[in-house]
């Protein structure tokens, strides 16, 4: 198996631009994908496939890739996007699946 | 409109078993993989198990070491999770999910708590 490495916390102020990084410690790295969870709440899927996003998700959540680290980007943030994320991706034969620790975002 | 509703969590004993049930709609249910991903209070998301849409291929997180069974009646659109040999750390939310295109949770449901305490 593999491991996803998430920081535990990151911390902005409204308006400004949070990055959320999840670094694989194997290559390898396969697609990688995020989920926000709101306290008491499932998580939602808000990037696919290290840079897609899902309808419904606002264009200010986006996904980029650098070697074996992946990166949810949230541009603009909204005090509604206080929330837990998770990073998550699988091994090559699809048969095992692996989330990053999460990061906390703070919206100051 | 998928939707997935999780039954059967509860208090376990250490020890003893239980059983989870996701009922689903929404979507071709017999043509899906389909997964069990468990929150333990105040921690993180973990994987725990996944199963083929036949039901023929079944994976399972290297720290189960064997304790669980996960299944499913696609004439019933449902999925199982038999949990056995019951431990304190297994008290998390359960959550059953759609795994979509066999690769990510593309759908949740609102998640069952399994407490195991004496």
């Known amino acids: 198996s593999f491991e996803l490495t998430q920081p535990p916390s990151v911390s902005v102020s409204p308006g400004q631009t949070a990055r959320i990084t999840c670094s694989a410690d194997?290559?390898?790295?396969?697609?990688a994908y995020w989920y926000q969870q709101k306290p008491g709440q499932a998580p939602i899927l808000v990037i696919y496939?290290?840079?897609e996003r899902p309808s419904g998700i606002p264009e200010r959540f986006s996904g980029s890739t650098s070697g074996t680290t992946v990166t949810l980007t949230i541009a603009g943030v909204q005090a509604e996007d206080e929330a837990d994320y998770y990073c998550?991706?699988?091994?090559?034969?699809?048969?095992?699946?692996?989330f990053g620790g999460g990061t906390k975002l703070t919206v100051l | 409109e998928v939707q997935l509703v999780e039954s059967g969590g509860g208090l376990g004993q250490p020890g003893g078993s239980l059983r989870l049930s996701c009922a689903a709609s929404?979507?071709?249910?017999?043509?899906?993989?389909m997964s069990w991903v468990r929150q333990a209070p105040g921690k993180g998301l973990e994987w725990v198990s996944a199963?083929?849409?036949?039901?023929?291929?079944?994976y399972y997180a290297d720290f189960l070491k064997g304790r669980f069974t996960i299944s499913r009646d696609n004439s019933k659109n449902a999925l199982y999770l038999e949990m056995s040999s019951l431990r304190v750390e297994d008290t998390a939310m359960y959550y059953c999910?759609?795994?979509?295109?066999?690769?990510?949770?593309?759908?949740w449901g609102q998640g069952i708590l399994v407490t195991v305490s004496s």
């Open positions: 999910a759609l795994t979509t295109s066999g690769w990510y949770f593309g759908h």
């Open positions: 929404g979507f071709t249910f017999r043509s899906s993989v």
């Open positions: 199963i083929s849409g036949s039901g023929g291929g079944t």
């Open positions: 194997a290559l390898p790295k396969q697609f």
């Open positions: 496939r290290d840079t």
């Open positions: 998550q991706s699988a091994d090559s034969s699809g048969t095992y699946w692996v």
